[in-house]
């Protein structure tokens, strides 16, 4: 028989990376929100999930069995061929931990594959992480990177992340950059997937005494960050990069890619257009139709983003605690390391004495 596992038990095995995820929810429920790492075995598709809905809500609970039982038993050899290629121990969870994770726990184990299931679910899940994110304090030292936009903010953090540093991605974990054009080229993940890839991070990073992460303001694209970040931002070592502004404009073509998503820049721009002078609006979108780009964001950097962030940097009490003026990204990642690492040595002679 199968065996209940708690979130907190869940938690432990996560830890240890000893048990893989199994959602057995449709695919459109595993494509809104899931544990992150779980694979998807859904249990029915969208539509047999939506008949057997329809025949509960409608017919009769015994109905909706019925015609579940008639589904499964068609497609249950391939099904539980599926969960046999999967080395790894399982568990499987479905909503709330009702009946379609019982009902696969409950076949696999009459099949001989053992399967833990998560009692609650994803409900369960979602819960916790909720629940932690709003009880979790961090005790870290934050250095909170910031500049104007295309200063290859995003880029440095990502290099730095590749070699190692303990670096909260915020906008790679909300898919969207920040901006009217944030979303271009890009998946934007709701609020539930956030949160879960966040609590992912932070728990990796529990250990290190300090993390990085950008300037975001409260709200990147559709998701709003959680306080305990946002805490941490006020209290942090902030680093200022400046760069040429040729470099920014290299950096904003090389991130957006205008020509594989020029409709889609042209929409957002549009939405902003009234807010620039109009010559200067008209210039940039003759630019963006005659795919000179890099004029365009050349003009949008001088005429918008830049005064835009320079008034909202002076709404904000931070204070800046290192200026980092590069030639290039690559330039500006040394000497953020180099920033680092004199901060962390100064933190260790303090806390020796």
């Known amino acids: ?19 893989i995820m199994i959602d ?18 859904p249990l029915f598709d969208d539509q047999e999930r939506a008949e057997i809905g329809t025949l509960y809500k409608q017919v009769s ?33 479905c909503w709330r931990g009702g009946m379609r994770s019982k009902t ?8 001989g594959i053992h399967a833990y299931r998560l009692t609650g679910g994803y409900r369960a899940y979602r819960q916790w992480v909720v629940e932690q994110l709003n009880t979790l304090q961090l005790d870290q030292q934050a250095f909170v990177i910031h500049g104007n936009t295309g200063s290859g903010k995003t880029a440095i953090l990502r290099k730095l992340k590749e070699k190692g540093y303990p670096v909260l991605d915020l906008e790679g974990l909300a898919g969207h950059r920040g901006s009217i054009f944030g979303e271009i080229g890009l998946k934007a993940h709701n609020q539930k997937t956030f949160d879960a890839l966040l609590m992912d991070d932070l728990r990796t990073y529990s250990e290190p005494a300090y993390m990085l992460f950008e300037a975001e303001s409260r709200r990147i694209g559709k998701i709003t960050l959680p306080d305990l970040i946002m805490d941490r931002r006020a209290s942090g070592h902030h680093i200022q990069i400046e760069l040429p502004l040729e470099a920014r404009v290299r950096q904003i073509i090389e991130d957006y890619k205008p020509w594989e998503n020029a409709e889609a820049c042209m929409r957002a721009f549009k939405q902003i257009k009234s807010r620039i002078h109009t010559p200067i609006a008209a210039e940039i979108e003759s630019c963006l139709m005659n795919e000179q780009y890099a004029a365009a964001v050349e003009l949008l950097l001088v005429h918008y983003y830049d005064p835009m962030y320079s008034h909202s940097s002076s709404t904000h009490e931070e204070k800046i605690t290192s200026y980092v003026k590069a030639a290039s990204v690559d330039d500006a990642m040394t000497q953020i390391e180099g920033i680092i690492s004199e901060a962390m040595s100064v933190q260790l002679q303090l806390n020796e004495k």
Do not use: C, H
């Not at 899931?34 to 694979?39: R, V």
């Not at 050899?77 to 080395?87: G, H, S, T």
């Not at 696969?104 to 099949?111: F, G, I, N, Q, Y």
């Open 24 to 41: 057995v929810r449709s695919p459109s429920e595993y494509a809104d929100a899931t544990i992150p790492g779980s694979l998807n075995i």
């Open 1 to 19: 028989m199968f065996q209940d596992i708690t979130i907190e038990e869940w938690s432990a095995y996560r830890d240890r990376k000893e048990l």
């Open 61 to 93: 609970v015994q109905a909706a069995k019925e015609r579940g039982l008639e589904i499964v038993s068609a497609k249950l050899p391939a099904f539980i061929k599926q969960f046999a290629e999967i080395p790894q121990n399982k568990s499987v969870f």
């Open 104 to 111: 696969t726990a409950t076949l696999l184990s009459l099949m």
